[in-house]
T-cell receptor, first 110, second 109 residues
Framework: EPEVTQTPSHQVTQMGQEVILRCVPI?????FYWYRQILGQKVEFLVS????????KSEIFDDQFSVERPDGSNFTLKIRSTKLEDSAMYFC????????FGQGTRLTVV | KNEVEQSPQNLTAQEGEFITINCSYS?????LHWLQQHPGGGIVSLFM???GKKKHGRLIATINIQEKHSSLHITASHPRDSAVYIC???????????FGPGTSLSVIP
């Protein structure tokens, strides 16, 4: 069965550092998404991406965040200067309609 | 107001019991999803529904579009079913998924 792959599974970073979370979506999918889940809270939408541009973003997705599809297979989420409150599980998804989620990257900002 | 609500928030059941988790939503949707999240955090898609009923093994999902309500049933529950079950909706095809708060299920042997 096709799957969405995320790396790393866990990342610890110092506050103020830049992090890049990586995702390999399912190969023939055209729509890509990032979601975030702070510990103990529900999953929240961050951004959707189609045709090499952002199609929708939430108010969480401020100027500290950016997304890119650098090489036609990877889909990345960059956080420019991490804050303690960015600590969360980040999920990548691809497709649309049918929800295909990656296993998540747990980001811990210290 | 949350667009997707679930009940109960927490549920403890004895092994073998029949379990029902309910979901209600307040927006027009093209699809409703039931997802499972185990400790450790990965999300697995169980069902996607736009009408009627679907069954997979011991899991059954139903949706009533007119009442904006869905249920997830687990028959003959087992401790390995212990997880958080999340209801989520998509307003249109290829739209983002809007998540409910989840129902934490614990099945005791």
């Amino acid at each position: 069965e096709p799957e969405v792959t995320q790396t790393p599974s866990h990342q610890v970073t110092q506050m103020g550092q830049e992090v890049i979370l990586r995702c390999v979506p399912i190969s023939n999918h055209l729509y890509f998404y990032w979601y975030r889940q702070i510990l103990g809270q529900k999953v929240e939408f961050l951004v959707s991406f189609y045709n090499n541009e952002i199609s929708e973003k939430s108010e969480i997705f401020d100027d500290q965040f950016s997304v890119e599809r650098p090489d036609g297979s990877n889909f990345t989420l960059k956080i420019r200067s991490t804050k303690l409150e960015d600590s969360a599980m980040y999920f990548c998804a691809s497709g649309g309609g049918q929800a295909f989620f990656g296993q998540g990257t747990r980001l811990t900002v210290v | 107001k949350n667009e997707v609500e679930q009940s109960p928030q927490n549920l403890t059941a004895q092994e073998g019991e029949f379990i029902t988790i309910n979901c209600s939503y307040s927006v027009g949707i093209s699809a409703l999803h039931w997802l499972q999240q185990h400790p450790g955090g990965g999300i697995v898609s169980l069902f996607m529904l736009s009408s009627g009923k679907k069954k997979h093994g011991r899991l059954i999902a139903t949706i009533n579009i007119q009442e904006k309500h869905s249920s997830l049933h687990i028959t003959a529950s087992h401790p390995r079913d212990s997880a958080v079950y999340i209801c989520a909706v998509s307003k249109t095809s290829y739209d983002k998924v809007i998540f409910g708060p989840g129902t934490s299920l614990s099945v005791i042997p």
